[in-house]
C-alpha cells in the first residue's frame, strides 16, 4: 500500500504529500538534470512541469481558523455518527468499524466522551499547525515583496 498521497502527476514527475506528513511536498522527477552536495539538492523543474502543477491548490488550511465551538461542534457529529453506525453494523464487522477512524477518535467501542476529546485535541493540534503554515507562507510572500 502506498504512503503518497498524488497532488499533481505526469509522465516524468509526481507531486505529492506522505500521509501523516503534514510539513512536506514531496517532488520526485525523471530524466532531468540535478545537483547535490551537503544538505541541499537542486534539481531544475521543466517549466511546463511547473506550469501544470500551478494549477493545483495547495496545501489545505481549512482548519485554520475555526473557532473552538466549530471543532466541538464538528467532532461531536462525527463522535455520534461513529456510534451509531458501530451499533447498527453486525458484530463480526465491528472491529472494522472501530478500525476506521481510530487514529482520530480512538476505537468507535469507547466512551462516547473519550472519543470526543481525542478528536477535539486532534483538530485542535491540526488548527494549530495549519496556523503555523499560513504564517510562514505569508512571511515568504512579504518576504517575496520587499525584493
Not at 6 to 26: K, M, Q
Not at 116 to 140: K, M, N, P, S
Amino acid at each position: 500500500m502506498s504512503t503518497k498521497s498524488s497532488i499533481a502527476h505526469g509522465t516524468n514527475f509526481h507531486l505529492y504529500h506522505e500521509v501523516l506528513d503534514e510539513d512536506y511536498v514531496y517532488l520526485e522527477l525523471e530524466g532531468v538534470q540535478f545537483e547535490a552536495s551537503y544538505n541541499r539538492v537542486m534539481v531544475p523543474i521543466p517549466v511546463h512541469i511547473w506550469e501544470f502543477i500551478r494549477q493545483y491548490p495547495g496545501v489545505d488550511l481549512d482548519w485554520a481558523e475555526k473557532a473552538d465551538d466549530e471543532i466541538r461542534k464538528h467532532v461531536e457529529h462525527e463522535v455520534d455518527e461513529r456510534l451509531k453506525q458501530y451499533e447498527e453494523v453486525d458484530r463480526d464487522r465491528k472491529g472494522l468499524v472501530s478500525l476506521l477512524g481510530s487514529m482520530v477518535y480512538g476505537g468507535a467501542d469507547q466512551q462516547r466522551e473519550k472519543q470526543v476529546a481525542a478528536g477535539i485535541d486532534y483538530f485542535t493540534r491540526l488548527r494549530e499547525h495549519q496556523r503555523q503554515i499560513g504564517l510562514a507562507i505569508e512571511e515568504l510572500k512579504r518576504t517575496a515583496e520587499k525584493k
